[in-house]
């Protein structure tokens, strides 16, 4: 079964801060997915890649950044974190349109 | 404008009843998924349908592309049915997620 692994589980930083979330998936997706998960505003897409070195804009992505630097690989980068970007965030992958979404088990950030 | 839109918002279920539950979508598209979270857990792809009805297991989906609606018909409940369902389309811009129906399931 395909495996989509987040790290880290749990991050604390502070305002002003940089932090970088990890995503991992072993199936070769091409897609993969970074959301964030809000009461109030269910799950919204932050950024997106078809493969390697490909991103795309999704619905909420002031503050942040993404690398897909392998098939394999997909980061989140916050590089001026805000108490806003408080969230928990999952990853994503999938090989394409009506394919299985593997969701990895989120990581929860908390920026005082 | 949230593009998918799912009711109810939530549901009380005593263990055995049946349930319905609702998406509506504001594009045309047979990419329709539907997902389950517990609080705080990952999700979990339940059925991929797009189009007519699909089952698996004590799930069945229908989706109206023309109607630009999908259900889940969750037959027989059990407590372990307790959760989030979220339904979601997938188009250009990426699977976009509606916020839900949180399903309780009491014995």
């Known amino acids: 079964e395909a495996a989509v692994t987040q790290s880290p589980r749990n991050k604390v930083t502070v305002t002003g801060g940089n932090v970088t979330l990890s995503c991992r998936q072993t199936?070769?997706?091409?897609?993969m997915y970074w959301y964030r998960q809000d009461t109030g505003h269910g799950l919204r897409l932050i950024h997106y890649s078809y493969g390697a070195g490909n991103l795309q804009i999704g619905d909420v992505p002031d503050g942040y950044k993404a690398t897909r630097t392998t098939q394999e690989d997909f980061f989140l980068l916050l590089e001026l974190a805000s108490p806003s970007q408080t969230s928990l965030y999952f990853c994503a992958s999938h090989q394409g349109a009506g394919t299985e979404v593997f969701f990895g088990k989120g990581t929860r950030l908390t920026v005082v | 404008e949230q593009q998918v839109q799912q009711s109810p918002a939530s549901l009380v279920l005593q263990e055995a009843e049946n349930a319905e539950l609702q998406c509506s979508f504001s594009i045309f598209t047979n990419q329709v998924q539907w997902f389950y979270q517990r609080p705080g857990g990952r999700l979990v792809s339940l059925l991929y349908n797009p189009s007519g009805t699909k089952q698996s297991g004590r799930l069945t989906s229908t989706t109206v592309i023309k109607e630009r609606r999908s259900s889940l018909h969750i037959s027989s409940s059990q407590i372990t049915d307790s959760g989030t369902y979220l339904c979601?389309?997938?188009?250009?811009?990426?699977?976009?997620f509606g916020l839900g129906t949180r399903v309780s399931v009491f014995p």
């Open positions: 979601a389309i997938d188009y250009a811009q990426g699977l976009t």
């Open positions: 199936n070769s997706h091409n897609y």
